[in-house]
C-alpha cells in the first residue's frame, strides 16, 4: 500500500525520486497531458525505504535495473493539483543504470506498465531552466554541487 494519506484538506505523499545524468542530460518523465516534468520514482510504500522504492518503480516503469550513486536531498513539497492540497515529502537519491547498454539510451522512453501517457525524456542540463519541472526547486537543486540538501518548497 502507498504511503498516500487524506489528512483534513491535505494529501499526504511519501515519494521517492531518482537523478539520473547522463551526457549532459536529466531524465525526466511527463504525463502528456500535463505541461511539466517529474523526476521518475514513486510513492514509497509501508514498511519500504526510499532507496527500495527508487529500485521498485525504475523497474515497474522502465524494466531497468539501477544503482544507488549517493543521496541527494528531501524536499518537504506544498502544492495543490488538480483543487487539492498536496504536502509531500520527497527523498531524491543519484542513481545509475546497471547494465552498460542503457547507459547508451538518449532517446524517449515509454512506460513498461502500459501507461501510454506517461513518457521518459531526457532534458538538457544547460537548458534546465527553459522547463517547467515539478517541484520548482528541483532546478536549483540539480545545478548544485553541494548534496545532500534539505528544501522547504512551496508551490502556489
Known amino acids: 500500500m502507498d504511503l ?3 489528512v483534513e484538506d491535505y494529501k499526504l505523499n511519501i515519494r521517492a525520486g531518482a537523478v539520473i545524468i547522463h551526457n ?3 531524465l525526466t518523465h511527463k504525463n502528456i497531458n500535463k505541461d511539466y516534468y517529474c523526476l521518475p520514482g514513486g510513492r514509497v510504500e509501508i514498511g519500504e525505504n526510499s532507496v527500495d522504492t527508487v529500485k521498485r518503480e525504475l523497474q515497474e516503469e522502465l524494466n531497468k ?3 544507488i550513486m549517493g ?3 528531501t524536499i518537504e513539497n506544498f502544492f495543490e493539483l488538480e483543487e487539492k492540497k498536496y504536502h509531500e515529502i520527497y527523498f531524491l537519491h543519484k542513481i545509475e543504470f546497471t547494465n552498460e547498454e542503457d547507459k547508451k539510451i538518449e532517446s524517449t522512453m515509454h ?3 502500459g501507461k501510454e501517457y506517461l513518457i521518459y525524456e531526457w532534458l538538457d542540463l544547460d537548458k534546465i531552466d527553459e522547463y ?3 517541484p ?3 532546478k536549483d537543486i540539480i545545478k548544485g554541487k553541494d548534496f545532500p540538501k534539505h ?3 512551496i508551490d502556489k
Open 24 to 26: 549532459k542530460k536529466i
Open 4 to 6: 498516500t494519506l487524506d
Open 111 to 113: 512506460n513498461m506498465e
Open 136 to 138: 520548482s526547486c528541483l
Open 71 to 73: 543521496y541527494v536531498a
Open 151 to 153: 528544501v522547504i518548497n
Open 65 to 67: 535495473d539501477i544503482e
Open 132 to 134: 517547467n519541472i515539478m
